[in-house]
């Protein structure tokens, strides 16, 4: 099946100006859809639009609304949203630049990988915007305007392409102190502290994604697959870890211990120095425009 671009435009920095094209980077294959069936015909459930005292309507009579008070909503037509929606920008202008460590992980959203298109000059023009940034360790901050909304949008080398990341504008993300309010304020013991960290740094290993499997996902497939194959389903008794960790730990110093014992076969590795203190950037995501 042929690749198709999720958008064609171009990456400019200053008077660099490259064509280029987007691909999602994510992929729902991996994910199992499961459907409401109605059990006793075997037939798939479907949803009907109604409204309450009138029943189901027609397509047609549809329309958005936002809700002012309850039960009372300002009605927004179709072609008045329609005069609202931007128009496609093609074009990403990089106009600001940060380390990658400045931006907070809460407001990254969807990643997509950017290729140049077909052309040398594209592909040259490309080159050095990934190399400079691989070579700055900078992250580009830009805009892009597409299916009638805007994003913020952060670029970054990755491999041999670039990977773009639509981020969250600042008040799409909630303030983590009215969350985190509640949790006592508490001095952690220094001996508890040492063997967290020790347990911490023996467990210490580059991340691989792929080492990392769904368990639910595995057990979904086997389920439909023996559903499928014999339409009985067998129960399976035998020993899982479905039990580990639901009992409540009552001694944490003794827990912590127990698993720095288990972990002494795994050479510690040494601590990363630590970076020289450098002056913050007040420079925020949701700030580029």
């Known amino acids: 099946m042929a690749r198709r671009a999720y958008w064609k435009g171009h990456l400019r920095l200053s008077l660099v100006n490259i064509s280029v094209e987007l691909y999602t980077a994510t992929s729902s294959a991996g994910r199992i859809g499961l459907h409401q069936i109605h059990k006793p015909s075997g037939k798939r459930i479907h949803y009907e639009k ?7 309507v027609d397509h047609d ?20 949203l329609d005069e609202i929606k931007l128009e496609s920008k093609r ?8 380390e990658a460590c400045e931006i907070d992980p809460r407001y990254f959203e969807k990643p997509y990988y950017v290729i140049p298109t077909d052309d040398d000059v594209a592909a040259e023009g490309f080159t050095v915007i990934r190399e400079a940034l691989r ?14 909304r805007d994003y913020v949008v952060a670029i970054k080398p990755c491999g041999d392409g670039l990977l773009l990341e639509t981020l969250r504008f600042a008040d799409e993300v909630k303030e983590s102190d ?3 309010h509640d949790i006592p304020d508490i001095k952690p013991d220094k001996e508890m502290m040492d063997l967290a960290s020790e347990l911490i740094e023996r467990k210490m290993a580059p991340f691989k994604a792929d ?15 023996e559903k499928k194959d014999a339409g009985a389903v067998s129960e399976d008794t035998s020993a899982d870890d479905r039990g580990a960790g639901g009992g409540k730990v009552i001694d944490l110093m003794e827990a912590l211990k127990k698993s720095v014992a288990s972990a002494k076969g795994t050479k510690a590795k040494k601590r990363p120095a630590k970076p020289k203190p450098k002056s913050k950037s007040k420079s925020k995501s949701s700030e580029a425009a």
Do not use: H, N, W
Not at 50 to 55: Q, R, Y
Not at 135 to 148: C, D, E, S
């Open 50 to 56: 109604v409204v309450d005292g009138i029943g189901p």
């Open 61 to 80: 009579e549809i329309v958005k609304g936002f809700e002012t008070s309850k039960d009372e909503y300002v009605i927004l037509e179709p072609e008045e």
């Open 91 to 98: 074009t990403i202008d990089l106009v600001q630049f940060v």
């Open 135 to 148: 070579k700055t360790k900078m992250v580009g901050l830009g805009q892009m305007a597409v299916r009638g």
């Open 178 to 180: 009215t969350i985190f």
């Open 211 to 225: 080492a990392f499997r769904s368990q639910y996902a595995k057990a979904l497939k086997a389920l439909i697959k």
